[in-house]
């Protein structure tokens, strides 16, 4: 895959994400309002061309190549900052899928109304959520061609580590010329009990943009990823 965007070692990049919640209709069939819902959100679950597509569900930005990245080298992303850019998130599980596929005969799913200011999600009556945004997919490109969404590896990728939020750093190995750096299946919460044996997994789907810094490298002005009308991928050159 070609790079969205090239840069430089230190300079910042602002990526913009998407969920997995669904194009406008299915989200407003669901309860949310069609202003909510961002304009670039139809833009790309319909008319992002099928051929370009990678294996897996997720929707994920970028790659962004780093000029001076070699295979061997390592790739350092501090996370700066993460903003939530919808006032709703959801929530879902279906047979065959996730943590415990084949425990409900059935699949269920929620939109959950999210307090962006008191950093809340009302996930239901008397069970409220705080957000602790981050990325579910953080990554670079493998050695073995396209790789799906889904599975972590070598490459890091979906590890829906709940840790890598705003102020924290990712260690990645590079494995590519460039690196090739991705990021999405955005998350504004992961709520984990374990209690007598039974493990709960509560996932709140989001959209977010966030602000990357370090082993990202030159002068590169603000650019937009093709088929996507939003500035999805803005690079601040380091001073």
């Known amino acids: 895959m070609h790079p969205a965007v090239t840069v ?26 069609a202003e909510d819902v ?15 597509k990678g294996p897996g569900g997720h929707i ?13 080298d390592v790739l350092e992303v501090q996370i700066q900052k993460i903003t939530i850019d919808a006032p709703f998130a959801c929530n ?12 409900f005969p059935y699949g269920r799913n929620r939109i959950v109304p999210l307090d962006r200011e008191k950093m809340i999600g009302h996930f239901a009556p008397g069970i409220e959520i705080p957000l602790r945004p981050f990325f579910g997919s953080m990554g670079v490109a493998g050695v073995a061609g396209k790789i799906g969404s889904t599975e ?12 890598l939020v705003a102020g924290t ?9 460039g690196a090739l750096c991705e990021l999405g299946d955005p998350a504004a919460a992961i709520v984990e009990r ?12 989001s959209r977010e943009r966030g602000a ?15 088929h996507a009308p939003c500035p999805v991928l803005t690079v601040h050159p380091q001073a």
């Open 60 to 72: 994920l930005t970028g790659p962004v190549a780093i000029a001076e990245a070699e295979p061997g």
């Open 194 to 205: 374990a209690a007598a044996g039974h493990y709960d997994l509560l996932v709140l789907a």
């Open 38 to 52: 961002p304009a670039y959100n139809d833009e790309i679950y319909k008319n992002y061309p099928a051929d370009e």
């Open 8 to 33: 430089h070692s230190g300079d910042t990049v602002v990526m913009q994400t998407l969920s997995t919640c669904g194009p406008t209709d299915r989200l407003v069939a669901r309860g949310v309002k």
């Open 92 to 103: 879902g599980f279906g047979l065959h899928r996730g943590f415990l596929p084949m425990e």
């Open 152 to 163: 972590p590896f070598a490459h890091a990728g979906n590890m829906d580590n709940k840790e």
């Open 212 to 226: 990357l810094a370090r082993a990202l490298l030159g002068s590169v002005t603000e650019q937009v990823i093709r």
């Open 169 to 177: 750093t990712l260690y990645l190995p590079i494995h590519v010329d």
